[in-house]
């Protein structure tokens, strides 16, 4: 069973636009919610992360928002650029835990 | 920045023989993850370790094993390969302080195929 779910499987956006990426969650004791960009063959990389007591949070061009009652939480890519093509992972864990539970990812290709 | 070193990067096995992963934390981290990635999935925690004691367990299979060092780098021992382990294997590493979980900073990862 899917811990955390996430969609689109895979989007397509034009260069300038906005990339958004959904996933949800039901384990409430989840309270750190990062996400890591994944290009092939290599290692995910830790983008930007967020804590429930907290709606929104912004990076540079990265910006996660949180819905703690919804139990859900996006993050939305501004001005996307083909550079940005990559596989986009949400993640949770809890405290507690060290594991980190992943979502099945995104495709992420912008096109110039 | 230093980054996590994995070695090798790539390995090729026959089913039935043994493989060692190695994985160098970056300087100062105390906290070690191993997770394995199928092809097309997410990345499947394995094991952890914080200041060398196994510290959370996931879904690592009795034939595996680990272990941190003194030096705090960590090795993944994986015997009687089977067809299934054909994977990429990551480490990741995060600094002391952080809470447990988070700041997870992964490697490049060692692509294992099992022939």
């Known amino acids: 069973q899917q811990q955390v779910k996430q969609s689109p499987q895979s989007l397509i956006v034009q260069k300038g636009g906005i990339s958004i990426i959904n996933c949800a969650y039901e384990n409430t004791a989840f309270d750190y919610f990062p996400w890591y960009q994944q290009f092939p063959g290599k290692g995910p990389a830790l983008l930007i992360a967020i804590r429930p007591d907290v709606s929104e949070k912004k990076e540079g061009r990265f910006t996660i928002s949180f819905n703690k009652s919804a139990k859900q939480f996006s993050l939305h890519i501004m001005d996307s650029q083909p550079g940005d093509s990559a596989t986009y992972f949400c993640?949770?864990?809890?405290?507690?835990?060290?594991?980190?539970?992943f979502g099945k990812g995104t495709k992420l290709t912008v096109n110039p | 920045a230093a980054g996590v070193i994995q070695s090798p990067r790539h390995l090729i096995k026959e089913k039935r023989e043994t493989a060692t992963l190695k994985c160098y934390p970056i300087p100062r981290h105390d906290t070690v993850y191993w997770y394995q990635q199928g092809p097309g999935q997410d990345p499947q925690f394995l094991i952890s370790?914080?200041?060398?004691?196994?510290?959370d367990k996931g879904s690592i299979p009795d034939r595996f094993s680990a272990q941190q060092f003194s030096d705090y780098h960590s090795e993944l021992n994986m015997s009687s390969l089977e067809l299934g382990d054909s994977a990429l294997y990551f480490c990741a590493s995060s600094p002391p302080n952080s809470r447990l979980g988070e700041t997870q900073y992964f490697g490049p990862g060692t692509r294992l195929l099992v022939l």
């Open positions: 993640a949770a864990t809890q405290g507690g835990s060290e594991k980190l539970v």
């Open positions: 370790f914080y200041e060398k004691m196994q510290s």
